[in-house]
């Protein structure tokens, strides 16, 4: 897993600090983490033909770090629920992580 450092910018491999600056980057791994496993837990919910929860999931792992995978999550679990407004939120905030 990548993380950049807020400090300054450089790209880190699993580092618990910053190669280049010494900043501290545990914090940012662990909330990247989190989020990943929201969006891996709202992907089994849509799999078991749960979009509610996996709509809570989507939105949990995005209040956590803004990624396309939770914006891709949000998208189909607002279909799923039937709630296109919603829907079409989460496709623009996809849309905006990932300018075509």
């Known amino acids: 897993m990548e993380i950049k450092?807020?400090?300054?910018?450089?790209a880190n491999s699993d580092a618990a600090q910053c190669i280049r600056c010494g900043?501290?980057?545990e914090g940012l791994i662990?909330?990247?983490l989190a989020a990943r496993r929201e969006t891996a837990?709202?992907?089994?919910c849509l799999k078991e033909?749960?979009?509610a929860q996996a709509l809570n999931h989507a939105a949990r792992s995005w209040m956590?770090?803004?990624?396309?995978?939770?914006a891709k999550l949000g998208?189909?679990?607002g279909v799923g629920e039937k709630k296109f407004e919603e829907a079409l939120i989460?496709?623009?905030?996809a849309r905006i992580i990932l300018p075509s």
Do not use: D, Q, Y
């Open 5 to 10: 450092c807020p400090s300054c910018n450089k």
């Open 23 to 25: 900043c501290e980057l």
């Open 30 to 32: 662990a909330i990247t």
């Open 41 to 44: 837990i709202g992907a089994e």
């Open 49 to 51: 033909g749960k979009p």
């Open 64 to 70: 956590l770090k803004k990624s396309p995978e939770a």
């Open 75 to 77: 998208f189909l679990a």
């Open 90 to 93: 989460w496709r623009e905030r």
